[in-house]
């Protein structure tokens, strides 16, 4: 099993929308809507902020969305602000295994 | 609300095994929503998935470590433990607990996410 594939870094300015891309294969991402997205400050625990593809869990704002097509997941960061920075790593259930992917770190300009 | 707690020492010696514990405090370990979860992170690095234990002990392990883990569940404590057998520096890294969130309705099971965390206890391995 590999690790999913996300860009190391994504950059954007205040009030910007940036897209995080996650990209697995036909046995996970493709295979199933078991695609989450965790969002992890310094020092901190990993947050839940997506599951199942597009549904976000209470608490969550409405600025973070997901989608998936084919063997790619992305979440999308609207009305980016100072306290989106941080490290955001997309998941995707596999037949009885877990896949992360290798982690993107968001920055506010 | 529910909260994950890991303890175990944080310095295990090469070849030997690393011990943790998770205590779920604020409901119950037999919930039939959740899978209860280990996974680490290397320092500087990204998240790896261990495995995960339901109440009734079932288990399923990240293939690459299935050969050195064991998962084991005491419900009378609500606690679940992570053992890791013949650790190397390599293993060196932050272990969180997690609650795995699943639905399941007859014979299909929904797997949406890990929606608690441990805040994660860091192990080193050294002689």
């Known amino acids: 099993q590999s690790a999913l594939t996300q860009p190391a870094s994504v950059s954007g300015s205040p009030g910007q929308s940036i897209t995080i891309s996650c990209t697995g294969t036909?046995?996970?991402?493709?295979?199933?809507?078991?695609v989450s997205w965790y969002q992890q400050h310094p020092g901190k625990a990993p947050k839940l902020m997506i599951y199942e593809v597009s549904n976000r869990p209470s608490g969550v704002s409405t600025r973070f969305s997901g989608s998936k097509s084919g063997n790619t997941a992305s979440l999308t960061i609207s009305g980016l602000q100072a306290e989106d920075e941080a490290d955001y790593y997309c998941s995707s259930y596999t037949y009885g295994s877990v896949l992360f992917g290798g982690g993107t770190k968001v920055t506010v300009l | 609300q529910v909260q994950l707690q890991e303890s175990g020492p944080g310095l295990v010696k090469p070849s030997q095994t690393l011990s943790l514990t998770c205590t779920v405090s604020?409901?119950?370990?037999?919930?039939?929503?959740?899978?209860w979860s280990w996974i680490r992170q290397h320092p500087g690095k990204g998240l790896e998935w261990i495995g995960y234990v339901y109440h009734s002990g079932s288990t399923y392990y990240n293939p690459s470590l299935k050969s050195r883990v064991d998962i084991l569940v005491d419900t009378s404590k609500n606690q679940f433990s992570l053992k890791l057998n013949s650790v190397t520096a390599a293993d060196t890294a932050v272990y969180y607990c997690?609650?795995?969130?699943?639905?399941?309705?007859?014979?299909?099971?929904?797997?949406?996410?890990?929606?608690?965390w441990g805040q994660g206890t860091t192990v080193t391995v050294s002689s």
């Open positions: 036909s046995s996970d991402v493709g295979g199933y809507n078991y």
């Open positions: 997690a609650r795995f969130w699943v639905g399941i309705t007859g014979t299909k099971t929904y797997f949406y996410g890990m929606d608690v």
């Open positions: 604020g409901g119950s370990i037999r919930s039939h929503s959740y899978y």
